[in-house]
């Protein structure tokens, strides 16, 4: 993992931290967004009101009626206390954690595809992806809808890929092997002209749901995957433009975290992953259900329901 040491030498290298990552680290959330400004409640005193209020587009932050905006650096300052040498190590601690949380040998966030690499893009085709869809229970219908086919030169051979298309221009492409981008990141939104959006992290979640739910193709919601956990609190916007917000992330600490303080800041939300309570996300679950690419039909009637 990389080192902090050169990372942090001077106040300015501070101030280019991102804020609002550093607060979550913290275990700060926004309870509201408003275009650029992230409003919070004081981490300095108890208050009725959420008054702090962070800057995106400048990274800065103030407090209740001073206009004034101050720095990462003048936060740490009044939120940490000691020395400035005391002060430099906490955010090279802080920045530690960021680079551990982004490092791909501590988690599968996945990598970025050389455009040079890539020999083609098809529709998809290929034996070996309809073997890794099978394996998912995902039916190829389906996947053939949503995706398409990647080719790119891998080290040894030529990697056939399935590509899930995001909002940015870019797209996420995935194999046995392989868990990548290519082109910008960024979420994916599909709008069905509906007052409900159904949030899920992982493009696979959707695409079974979008199999369970394949004979009901009327009134169905509109959808935000979310790719990352990195663009949900930038995706509150999106997610809270509509009158009630459907949340299949998965259950593991990070996925239950983000339901838990979701939920707390709307009644908007409601948590749906209770549907695979017994599972890690909405994939697993009908993988271990029913026969490929169908789960059983009480199944089916409890992921209906809840849409």
């Given at each position: 993992?990389?080192?902090?040491?050169?990372y942090?030498?001077?106040?300015?290298?501070?101030?280019?931290?991102?804020?609002?990552?550093?607060?979550?680290?913290?275990?700060?959330?926004?309870?509201?967004?408003?275009?650029?400004?992230?409003?919070?409640?004081?981490?300095?005193?108890?208050?009725?009101?959420?008054?702090?209020?962070?800057?995106?587009?400048?990274?800065?932050?103030?407090?209740?009626?001073d206009?004034?905006?101050?720095?990462?650096?003048?936060?740490?300052?009044?939120?940490?206390?000691?020395?400035?040498?005391?002060?430099?190590?906490?955010?090279?601690?802080?920045?530690?954690?960021?680079?551990?949380?982004?490092?791909?040998?501590?988690?599968?966030?996945?990598?970025?595809?050389?455009?040079?690499?890539?020999?083609?893009?098809?529709?998809?085709?290929?034996?070996?992806l309809?073997?890794?869809?099978?394996?998912?229970?995902?039916?190829?219908?389906?996947?053939?809808?949503?995706?398409?086919?990647?080719?790119?030169?891998?080290?040894?051979?030529?990697?056939?890929?399935?590509?899930?298309?995001n909002?940015?221009?870019?797209?996420?492409?995935?194999?046995?092997?392989?868990?990548?981008?290519?082109?910008?990141?960024?979420?994916?939104?599909?709008?069905?002209?509906?007052?409900?959006?159904?949030?899920?992290?992982?493009?696979e979640d959707?695409?079974?749901?979008q199999?369970?739910?394949?004979?009901?193709?009327?009134?169905?919601?509109?959808?935000?995957?979310?790719?990352?956990?990195?663009?949900?609190?930038?995706?509150?916007?999106?997610?809270?433009?509509?009158?009630?917000?459907?949340?299949f992330?998965?259950?593991?600490?990070?996925?239950?975290?983000?339901?838990?303080?979701?939920?707390?800041?709307?009644?908007?939300?409601?948590?749906?992953?209770?549907?695979?309570?017994?599972?890690?996300?909405?994939?697993?679950?009908?993988?271990?259900i029913?026969?490929?690419g169908?789960?059983?039909?009480?199944?089916?009637?409890?992921?209906?329901?809840?849409g």
């Amino acid at each position: 993992m990389a080192s902090t040491d050169n990372y942090l030498n001077s106040v300015r290298d501070i101030n280019r931290i991102d804020l609002l990552e550093y607060l979550s680290l913290l275990g700060l959330h926004p309870v509201a967004i408003k275009g650029q400004q992230y409003r919070f409640f004081s981490p300095f005193r108890p208050e009725p009101f959420p008054s702090f209020i962070v800057h995106r587009d400048t990274n800065t932050w103030r407090e209740g009626p001073d206009l004034r905006r101050h720095s990462l650096f003048e936060f740490g300052v009044k939120y940490h206390g000691g020395t400035i040498g005391d002060l430099f190590e906490t955010f090279k601690r802080a920045l530690s954690a960021q680079i551990e949380k982004s490092d791909p040998r501590c988690q599968q966030d996945p990598l970025a595809i050389d455009p040079a690499t890539v020999i083609g893009k098809f529709p998809l085709r290929s034996p070996e992806l309809a073997s890794y869809l099978e394996g998912h229970r995902i039916p190829w219908d389906i996947a053939t809808q949503y995706c398409f086919q990647i080719d790119v030169q891998g080290p040894r051979k030529i990697e056939k890929t399935l590509a899930f298309p995001n909002s940015a221009g870019g797209c996420y492409i995935r194999n046995q092997r392989l868990n990548s981008f290519l082109g910008p990141r960024g979420c994916t939104f599909k709008d069905a002209n509906s007052k409900v959006c159904s949030v899920f992290i992982d493009f696979e979640d959707f695409l079974s749901y979008q199999a369970v739910l394949k004979n009901q193709p009327h009134g169905l919601p509109n959808f935000l995957i979310l790719h990352s956990s990195a663009f949900v609190h930038i995706s509150r916007p999106i997610m809270e433009s509509h009158l009630e917000i459907q949340l299949f992330l998965p259950r593991n600490d990070a996925g239950l975290a983000i339901t838990h303080d979701l939920c707390q800041t709307s009644q908007k939300y409601s948590d749906r992953s209770q549907l695979y309570k017994n599972y890690e996300s909405l994939n697993v679950w009908t993988r271990h259900i029913g026969s490929p690419g169908s789960p059983p039909a009480v199944q089916q009637q409890r992921l209906k329901k809840s849409g």
